[in-house]
């Protein structure tokens, strides 16, 4: 009868669990990462026809970052050297990729962090002008078109006028809603692509950054630790650390939270890993004198993405057998040449050279005085020396390039490169024009003459940090043509030698053998005598 009850019990529980739907487990929402979902947010509701409307609607809730960015390098394009007081920035130095910014506003500034910078003109004061979704886009989709002074295009426009080329309109809207924090993506879209396009400048900076496997960058490895910029980068009140116009060559802080308001710089190796990075005493000594980038950045360039190592402008205005610009590639299909632009060198894999560096970069400004010679004139150059306290070996990309001189007031020249003006070099093919057109803009002498003169420039190699197994081997500097072999004042062995030192240890090398093999000698005879 027991036994009877119990299976009815089972029975019915099991017809009534069948009729009872189950209370289902509430599903896991997928959170954001952000505390808040700009799609949520009213004022971003709405359809925005100029970048500045975006921005009046970002400040409407973020009250002081316009001001914040007002005091910052992004937004200046100007720095004043601590240690050489130079004034420097886009305004001052003359490169030997497209010569300055000056008259090429329209241009260059599509990777300013503002709208509407197009001359001399410019007003850095207002709020408006401020540029929110250059740095923390999330879509992918927005796009600053050169030509348009830094201004997004919001509806499909021709351009240039007349030439029926349509640059396609992009939805601010969208784009507003799904903002969040800077990625290797929003803050390569300018840095990937410097000196006019992918790798071009930097050669350690370049398009493979954006998701990179281990073994091309240890930190920023997409399925790895995954560092963003801003992870070593850690930006203060927008203020982004770690510059090239004065970078930390030697940093002796030990590691350190990061947040802690000390006033080392976050960007360096050592806040992380401190003075004493490896479990061999014989690999951290090696940190006196090296900067960790000279063992763990083997090559640069080596993502996939060629760098620009030489630049021409003296072959610049060739035209092709139809009478019009021309471009030739390379075998892996790269512009070796352009008619608007002169000839190229690219490369892959670069092994870099090295400095004695201290931290202190001198610059060649604008209306410096230069003396045509035997040798390149230096963009800028690195100070340092194996005996001033100060230095570490760094490795460096060096640019080297063939540049617009002025012949007679022996100054580097500025030249009116883009545009849609008659004086621009890329339409007219006219150095004259365009140079006088170029130094008019930053109202510098010009005699009328141009001339060519070989330049090189020196950029630090820091990123692309390889895993430590594919840091470099002992042999590629310990030996007589090794990687340091330029590199005075350290002893390396292997390397180096003393002529009286090896010739004393020799022998005595030679007299240790010849003990050994006299005492070998007496043994035997010594036991036929027994």
Known sequence: MRIANQLATIVAAFFLAAAVPAIAEPASAKLLKSTADHGKFKVLNQEFA???????????????????????????????NPQTKQVLGKKHIVNNFCTSVASNEAACNSCHIGYGWRNDKFDFSVEENVDCLVCHDHTGKYKKPSGFAGMPVTRDTEFPPGSGKIVKGINLQEIAQKVGPTTRNTCGSCHFNGGGGDGVKHGDLDSSLEAPGRDLDVHMDAKGLNFSCATCHKTDVHQVPGSRYAPTARDKAPAHMRGEGDKSNPATCQACHGQAPHKAARLNGHTAKLACQTCHIPAFARGGQPTKMFWDWSTAGKLGPDGKPMVTKDD?????????????????????????????????????????????T?????????????????PIKMFRGKQQYDPVNKTLVITHLAGNDDTAFWKNLNWEKAVATGMASANAPFSGKVDFIETYSIWPITHMVAPKEKALACSECHSKSGRLAGIQGIYLPARDGNKLVDTVGWSMVLLTLLGVFGHAVLRIVASRKH
Not at 57 to 75: G, M, N, R, V, Y
Request: with cysteine.
């Open 50 to 80: 100029s970048g500045p409307e975006v921005t009046k609607a970002c400040l409407s809730c973020h009250t002081e970052a316009a001001k914040q960015i007002h005091q910052t390098q992004h937004w200046k394009w100007e720095f004043v």
């Open 332 to 376: 892996d299909g790269y512009d070796s040449y352009m008619t608007i632009k002169g000839d190229f060198v690219w490369k892959e894999n670069v092994k870099p050279e090295y400095v004695w560096f201290n931290g202190t970069v001198k610059y060649t400004l604008r209306g410096d005085k230069i003396e045509k010679g035997d040798k390149p």
């Open 378 to 394: 230096a963009i800028n150059s690195f100070e340092g020396s194996p005996t001033d306290g100060k230095s570490m070996i760094w």
